[in-house]
């Protein structure tokens, strides 16, 4: 039977007695591969193992166990462990007797994201207080949709549902890692597209039932604000978050990461991805990224709305008229003059110019922020947070202001596995897990309404 997560400890000595009725075989008992749970062990650990009957002590098994991730925790009989917890919780009794290092364990989770059209799956450690987190896995595959369209919610819930088990087994593998050392099993709980988000939740209650391993629904802003501390090493930073779901500016407080300002409508990365379509830009690896590469190549800064409304900014106008204004340039075979400048239009420059539109937009708000808590950094995370021209942009306004910018890589900005993993193992460690009846997903689940407990 494992042992509650607090339990599971590395360079200490645990006396775990367990009292015994009469009639259960000593040798079932004695395979320390069965007897082992999992911990990152760099000295002795000492397993002492009383096997008593009622009356008096029957033998005793002292062992020690040098290196290897395992240490205590289950207990498993030769035909398997389901026969023998019953047993456990009905006629043994195990106590701890000495004293536990709780500072020093070591945790595993496996994470798996899927609130849009990629599905991911990671498998990250946390070592003790103190030392970074180490990624054990971390794989995505993308559902890619035909130029010009978008992906439906059936279509993408059926691609996770095609791809999961795959791409689970192949964490593992990549990991080097069995199931008996994951400690819980993260998912995205929301916000996302309904179909997919209920795909992955159905997937992770079958592998915590299939495993038996704890639940963790997992908010997807958060997962991606704490996957970019933990990369980054960012300290107390305003947060850009930019996707295609979500525009939001935020900053932590009271245990709370507070949104001081978001779109009003249609996130900047819907922004992107609708041009995309109307371009009739292919969606393979990403939209928002071929537009970005379009956009390297464009001249002419058009004349687009520019709509910040104190702390929050509105993208659905813009898109509009950057709508009208590509099909003014189709119309003319490909290019077009412009009415003011004379100067020749053309695709690359419509990507030019909106994006230089709304990620100016997106900076001054975050610029607000900045003055507003008295921050000097800025964290920019979300798929679109690994635009290099948003980057760049940001950059600018943080050296003006003797601030700095912190940014990862398609890896981590992108939806990803990881992500979720990490910040499910963060509450987890408090003690926070999804019981069964409650692990549903939600479209509507707002970075403002998790308890960060793990942060002071």
Request: hydrophobic content about 40%; charged content about 20%.
């Amino acid at each position: 039977m494992p042992l509650p997560a607090p339990y599971r400890l590395l360079s200490a000595t645990l006396i775990f007695e367990l009292i015994l009725a009469p009639g259960l075989c000593f040798s079932q008992l004695m395979k320390l591969s069965d007897f082992c749970w999992k911990s990152s062990v760099t000295t002795g650990v000492v397993i002492s193992v009383c096997l008593e009957k009622k009356v008096g002590v029957k033998r005793k098994m002292r062992s020690t166990v040098v290196g290897g991730r395992e240490c205590c925790a289950a207990i498993q009989s030769e035909s398997g462990s389901e026969l023998l917890q019953p047993r456990l919780k009905s006629e043994y009794r195990q106590t701890i007797t000495t004293a536990i290092n709780l500072t020093s364990t070591t945790m595993i989770a496996l994470g798996l994201e899927g609130s849009a059209n990629k599905l991911g799956v990671g498998i990250i450690l946390h070592p003790p207080e103190g030392s970074p987190a180490q990624i054990l896995a971390n794989i995505r595959h993308t559902f890619v949709s035909p130029p010009g369209e978008g992906f439906l919610p059936k279509d993408t819930a059926k691609h996770h549902r095609s791809w999961l088990v795959k791409l689970v087994r192949q964490a593992l593998k990549e990991a080097g890692v069995t199931v008996k050392v994951v400690d819980c099993i993260c998912y995205t709980k929301g916000p996302g597209m309904g179909a997919p988000l209920q795909s992955v939740a159905v997937a992770a209650r079958m592998l915590s039932l299939l495993w038996g391993k704890e639940l963790v629904g997992v908010n997807h802003c958060i997962g991606h604000v704490e996957m970019g501390r933990e990369i980054t090493g960012a300290q107390n930073p305003v947060v850009l978050y930019v996707s295609g779901g979500n525009t939001q500016v935020i900053a932590y407080a009271s245990q709370r990461y507070r949104i001081f300002g978001e779109a009003l409508d249609i996130a900047v990365g819907n922004c992107l991805d609708r041009f995309a379509r109307t371009l009739n830009i292919s969606n393979d690896p990403a939209p928002g990224y071929n537009i970005e590469q379009m956009a390297k190549k464009g001249k002419h800064l058009l004349d687009l709305p520019y709509a910040v409304k104190g702390m929050d900014c509105s993208f659905s106008g813009i898109l509009a008229i950057i709508d009208i204004l590509a099909q003014k340039l189709e119309s003319n075979t490909g290019e077009w003059m412009d009415d003011i400048t004379g100067e020749v239009i053309t695709r690359e420059d419509l990507c030019f110019s909106l994006q230089e539109t709304v990620f100016a937009m997106l900076v001054e708000i975050t610029e607000r922020a900045m003055a507003h808590v008295g921050s000097s950094q800025v964290l920019i995370v979300g798929g679109v947070g690994c635009n290099q021209r948003l980057q760049e942009m940001m950059g600018m306004m943080a050296r003006d202001r003797g601030g700095s910018v912190f940014a990862t890589d398609e890896r981590f900005c992108i939806d990803n596995g990881i992500m979720i993993a990490h910040a499910g193992l963060l509450a987890y460690s408090t003690g926070f897990i999804t019981p069964l009846e409650d692990s549903t997903c939600t479209q509507r689940f707002r970075t403002d309404e998790v308890f960060v407990k793990w942060r002071d």
